[in-house]
């Protein structure tokens, strides 16, 4: 009976959320689609390329793979970390392309509701608010859903 339960709520969350990576970024918290999320690793120092967006940290060798690396704090418009051994890679996909995000730390899986999902009100919108596609609470926190789409465009991620 219990294990019916069990699968009924799974059913249910399936259906009525999507799950979520929550990490922090600048000392806030973020959230991407678990779908887009290959693989999370420990920092790695990056080669740098020339004449690169100034978010772009250059490139690092994933099993014979060079994958670009983005700053995801300076994306945002947020103060950028110091680099430390909490410092994480999240390695997202992105269409075709595979990219690097930088992140301070990774919190957990999150499935929220979707009747929990808010747009970012109208008043908030500016450039780097565009990146966020809803914000949702979790353990009374805010966190930000991030659409990977619009932070990193393919364009851009075919120039790094």
Known sequence: MENAQAENQTDTLTRDSKEYLSFVVGGEGYAIAIASVREIRGWTDPSSMPDADPCFMGVIN???????????????????????????????????????????SVSNIIAPPAE?????????????????????????????????????????????
């Open 62 to 104: 994933l099993r014979g793979e060079m994958l670009p690396l983005l700053d995801l704090a300076a994306k945002l418009g947020l103060k950028t970390p110091q680099i430390n051994e909490r410092s994480v890679i999240i390695v997202v996909e992105i269409g075709q392309n595979a990219i690097g995000l930088l992140v301070d």
């Open 116 to 160: 929990e999902m808010k747009e970012p009100p109208e008043s908030a919108k500016n450039a780097a608010s565009n990146f966020v596609s809803a914000l949702t609470l979790v353990d009374e926190k805010l966190v930000r859903i991030l659409d990977l789409a619009a932070i990193v465009p393919d364009e851009v991620l075919d120039a790094a």
